[in-house]
């Protein structure tokens, strides 16, 4: 009888984990290696490996005929997307809401700063012995639109509060109301995003937001404002933005690329007025132990036959 967990951990570094002799399980750790660490057959909870690539991510899928959770410990769920069509119905596909909000929002409130108040300038100054006064631009009395309004665009908002900014205003998939204020729906974005000095990009990947940030969407920007890409590469039409770097007009503040990584001889890289991240939103010291919570409280639900947390999608419905 089936009965396996895959885990990228050792289960005796995860705290919390149901005792397998008591749940009736065989914790199996598997990191994306090249060798399964049993029939894939065999699992039925699968924890995606963190931050590797689609073809490793989906790999086991085809073989797990048993499995009934799939859970990722990233907030987006692209990288798995293309092999769930190997999945039985009724198997649940779970994020890890909860585990990156407080870094990802951290990093897109660095990043921001940085580029306004010109640290980059400062830091290539320092290095050229160059003492770089002048006027900078503040955060302080800007508007400010977030791309994107789950969990992690609702704690980058906490964030912003205290900067005193002029107006945050929000945009996600469909209208909503919010204790801060009303969160509009995706069609107003042209009406949105001339009045905005920085447009923070938070969304899922799906195929609706693929190339959202396009040629259009840029030119509908004010003249200066800034561009932060927390999201996923994807989402923004490199070739466009690239564009609008290079003539000056917008300036950009980029967690994300595409391609990913960024290869050596990209013009992005050298576009003016630009900061590029290597995709570490999440990656920081509060990702593991918040990790770990995760997935001991979803395999200790599981084994009680309670209601899971995150679930996005049931296959089959």
């Known amino acids: 009888m089936a009965k396996d967990v895959w885990l990228p ?8 984990l149901p005792e397998a002799s008591e749940a009736g399980l065989d914790y199996r750790c598997w990191d994306g290696g090249p060798d ?3 029939d894939p057959a065999d699992c039925v909870f699968y924890v995606v490996p963190y931050m590797k690539p689609t073809e490793i991510a989906v790999r086991p899928l085809p ?7 799939v859970q990722t410990l990233t907030a987006g769920i692209d990288h798995v997307q293309p092999g ?3 999945l039985a119905p009724g198997v649940r596909l779970c994020n890890a809401r909860g585990v990156h909000e407080a870094s990802t929002a951290e990093l897109a409130l660095g990043l921001i700063l940085a580029s306004l108040r010109g640290i980059p300038r400062f830091v290539e100054g320092q290095r050229q012995e160059e003492w770089r006064s002048g006027f900078y631009p503040a955060l302080a009395d800007k508007s400010v639109l977030i791309v994107g309004y789950g969990s992690i665009g609702s704690a980058i908002e906490d964030r912003l509060t205290p900067f005193e900014c002029a107006r945050v205003a929000r945009v996600a998939r469909s209208s909503r109301a919010t204790e801060r204020g009303p969160v509009h729906p995706l069609t107003e974005l042209p009406s949105l995003l001339p009045q905005a000095d920085v447009v923070v990009v938070s969304t899922p990947l799906t195929e609706d937001t693929r190339g959202l940030v396009d040629a259009a969407f840029l030119a509908r920007m004010k003249d200066g404002a800034l561009l932060v890409n927390v999201a996923r590469g994807p989402v ?15 300036t950009a503040a980029l967690d994300v690329t595409d391609p990913e990584p960024l290869p050596a001889g990209h013009r992005l890289w050298h576009a003016p007025g630009v900061l590029i991240s290597p995709h570490v939103g999440g990656s920081t010291s509060a990702f593991l132990p918040r990790a770990q919570r995760l997935m001991a409280a979803q395999v200790t639900k599981f084994v009680a036959g309670e209601p899971l947390d995150n679930v996005v999608r049931t296959i089959g419905r």
Do not use: K, N
Request: net charge negative.
């Open 84 to 86: 769930l069509g190997f």
């Open 236 to 250: 923004v039409d490199t070739s466009a933005l690239v564009a609008e770097l290079e003539s000056g007009r917008l």
């Open 63 to 69: 073989a797990m005929t048993s499995v009934r959770v």
């Open 36 to 38: 399964f660490p049993a």
């Open 9 to 16: 951990y050792e289960a005796h570094e995860i705290q919390g």
